[in-house]
């Protein structure tokens, strides 16, 4: 497959990254006084509260905690929990409380990260105890798809979804995406009402809370803390450094890793720790991590200025261990021994006996997994609340739902004539194809293919065209219709075809670079969907400037998509062939698993309409045939 704008994507956004970053640099170096700051921290506290809202709830509701077990060890126990995050929401977590010392204790709350074991992850058991030796009483609890609450139980074992937490995060996170939410939210959510069961024990001394985790674990860390302010301290590792590094790096993330719009509102990692400026934070990175610590570096640097600023300069550090990704003994050892100087104390247990525990000695429900005690699977509380969505949605005119589509997907009012390149031609099976690049937005290069063309270094244009839009290479399309004709044109839309950034074999995977993108839109507060429409449609307008007046369209798989809105925008496609188009939206929604990449899942579409409305109105103007149903 020809791949000749393979960075072409990477280029782009890294562009468009590096701008933001190096405007936001500039606006910290204009930041003199407390004065200023103060101002500063009111920005972006507002921009991180945007991207997180709106919560699962929009109030709290009983938490019906269950004790459902107690360990004893020699200086503490551990209390099994059970406590609901939301109705039939069940959260399994366990309570360290210490034996040598008297109450009330201060308390950390412990987010795991990315671990399939959640909280019995055996460095999450040790950094739990050595806090537990030292006196503090710690909740530790499973996130979505970890400990005893894979989401997924019932399913069938070869499903992606069964073999990693992170490829059971982004399909959530994809579906959800259609109501607008953010699993992000969903997993702070779970992190606040555990924050609200530890402050309602009474072991718990009022004066300290405290949050430490890592990887994952550090990305909750990082939005709670920014988050929670009933947190008084904070201690994220290996996760701290800025989006940016992560992007050059060819670093992709989970789907709760990239807040709606914080890129587009000029916010970066970062600003989550200065927005709490001055309260006391240390940082944990390590020196072999895949997050950069050249990143952590400079993230530390910017948040000794804030706090100098503030005069508070022994309310913040950080720690670099010499250790691959981990929450290792050092980085815990940097984290107890920060906490202790918080509260007021000295280190007593320094190299404490640690137990590691079976993962299922811990285990608070009674064969490991919420579901089999009744809890409902997340995709089923989605599914819930999309039917009440679409229950309710308003109906919109011809019009306003253009209007409104528009304003979700990204795409101008107006959409001028792109410039164009004409390219070398190339033999697709004996068969002479004319191949030219048209610059739909700047950086931007949609690569627009005529087949059986005899010169083809002018673009010369019939008044009806056939024009296909593949799954995920024009190429395959041509091959698939083996009788092609100058008046067949194939274009190959951003990160598809000659742009795709992968090779076709990984283009599915859902951690690789057409999701990553995605995420990055997702970050500018935009829709790559959106912009693939938009492609086409500046193509359209390229073709009907050059003499083309009706226009045939074919779709395939995702390419259907990306032409069913094309139709509804435009007004030359005379008919509409669609293959393997989705029944709906909600079809993505109602069922727990969809291989469909997340960049055909467009933010919060289902509020608005569905696949069968649009259609109802594209058949009014143009012929519609759906394939292979």
Known sequence: MLNEYRHMMFDYFIKRTRKVYYERKKRLKDIKNRKDAEKYQEYVREKIKKAFSPFPLSEKTPLNPKITGIIERNGYRIEKIIFESMPSCFVTANLYIPEKFNPPFPAVVAPCGHSIEGKAEPKY??????????????????????????????????????????????????????????????????????????????????????????????TLTTWLWAIDERLKTAAPGCFVTPLLYNLENELPQDSEQYPPGILGEGVEISDFFISRVPSPLILLGQKYDYFDIRGFKEICEELEYFYNIFDKKENFTYFIGDNTHGYHSDSQNAMVSFFCKIVGKNVLNVEPDIIIEKEKTLFA????????????????IIREKTEIIIKNRKNFDESNLKNELKKILSIPESISIPHY???????????????????????????LKRRNVKKPYYLEVEEEINLYVPDISSEDEIKRFPDGKPSDYFVDVRGIGESMPDIKKYFFHPYRFDYMFDGFY???????????????????????????????????????????????????????????????????????????????????????????EILKIVEKKSEIKILNK
């Open 125 to 218: 058991q040790e950094f739990c105890q050595r806090l537990v030796h030292n006196g503090f009483l710690v909740l530790i609890y499973d996130p979505f798809d970890q400990g005893e609450r894979n989401q997924y139980y019932f399913l069938p074992e070869k499903l992606p979804v069964k073999k990693g937490n992170c490829l059971a995060h982004n399909m959530i996170g994809k579906q959800m995406n259609l109501i607008g939410e953010f699993f992000g939210s969903y997993r702070v959510w779970d992190g606040i009402r555990a924050i609200d069961y530890i402050t309602s024990r009474d072991e718990w001394d009022k004066n300290f809370l405290g949050i430490t985790g890592n990887s994952g674990g550090g």
């Open 365 to 380: 429900t009674k064969k490991g997994n919420v579901l089999l005690e009744g809890s409902k699977p997340h995709f089923e």
């Open 421 to 447: 390149r004409v390219l070398r031609p190339v033999s697709i099976k004996n068969e002479s194809i004319g191949r030219y690049a048209v610059e739909t937005e700047e950086n931007i290069w949609v690569i």
């Open 522 to 612: 997702l970050l500018f507060g935009e829709s790559y969907l959106g912009k693939r429409i938009y492609d086409v449609l500046s193509v359209i307008n390229l073709l009907n400037y050059l003499g083309c007046k009706r226009i045939n369209l074919y779709g395939n798989r995702q390419g259907a998509i990306i032409s069913l809105f094309v139709c509804l925008f435009s007004d030359l496609i005379e008919r509409i062939n669609l293959n393997k188009l989705p029944d709906s939206f909600y079809s993505l929604i109602k069922k727990p698993y969809t291989k469909l990449p997340s960049s055909n899942f467009p933010k919060g579409i289902l509020k608005i309409t569905d696949i069968p």
